[in-house]
């Protein structure tokens, strides 16, 4: 059975105070590995997708890293903005989404 | 506007009163899904359709249903809701059923008393 868990559950940094976010995963034939963006009382927003070992993306101060067995979301000076929930699902070999129960991020001026 | 639209947005609803959440998305998307999001428990995967006529249980699909008779119509149908059934649901679609970004809904908070 896929499994993704997320560390830590909640994280609070200073505006500019680097960090990284941690998803571990176990799964049987990864198709991919996706983090997303959620705030609240909103629907969860797309980040990134990895799909192999040793692949990396970046969008802004966000940076995505995937092993075979963890990816990282590196924070790179966050601002305030940044706060948001930080959601990791694999899929695996079959078509179902399987979605960790997210990093809570607060940031504060 | 490429969106995913839910209908209704909030709903306060009996135990085994029939109800439905429709889902709608205008991109021509294949793959559809729906998710209950609970606290401490994350979001969970209901049912998801990777076309029209072709619908697959997620992790937790028992007191739902779903039919998929239109590439851009997903409903959610609870025959009979209980109070276990109270949650935040959000539907989503993508282009294909791998390696495709999924577009949220905004979400249905449902109530059952």
């Known amino acids: 059975e896929d499994q993704v868990t997320q560390s830590p559950e909640a994280l609070r940094l200073q505006e500019g105070e680097s960090s990284s976010l941690n998803c571990s995963y176990t799964?049987?034939?990864?198709?991919?590995l996706f983090w997303y963006r959620q705030d609240p009382g909103k629907g969860p927003e797309f980040l990134f997708t990895?799909?192999?070992a040793g692949e990396e993306k970046e969008k802004e101060r966000l940076k995505a890293t995937l092993t075979k067995k963890e990816s990282f979301l590196h924070i790179t000076a966050p601002k305030p903005e940044d706060s948001a929930t930080y959601l990791c699902?694999?899929?695996?070999?079959?078509?179902?989404?399987?979605f960790g129960k997210g990093t809570s991020l607060l940031v504060t001026p | 506007e490429a969106q995913v639209t839910q209908n209704p947005r909030y709903l306060i609803t009996v135990t085994g009163k029939k109800l439905t959440v429709t889902c709608s998305q205008n991109?021509?998307?294949?793959?559809m899904s729906w998710y209950r999001q609970d606290p401490g428990l994350g979001l969970r995967q209901i049912y998801y359709?990777?076309?029209?006529?072709?619908?697959d249980k997620g992790d937790v699909p028992e007191g739902y249903k779903v039919s998929r008779k239109e590439k851009r119509n997903f409903p959610l149908i609870l025959e009979s809701p209980s109070p276990n059934q109270t949650s935040l649901y959000f539907c989503?679609?993508?282009?294909?059923?791998?390696?495709?970004?999924?577009?949220f809904g905004p979400g249905t908070r449902l109530t059952v008393l």
């Open positions: 359709s990777m076309n029209v006529e072709v619908t």
């Open positions: 989503a679609s993508s282009q294909g059923a791998t390696y495709n970004e999924q577009f």
């Open positions: 990895l799909y192999s």
């Open positions: 699902a694999v899929q695996g070999s079959g078509y179902a989404l399987n």
């Open positions: 991109m021509n998307h294949e793959y």
């Open positions: 799964v049987s034939g990864l198709r991919g």
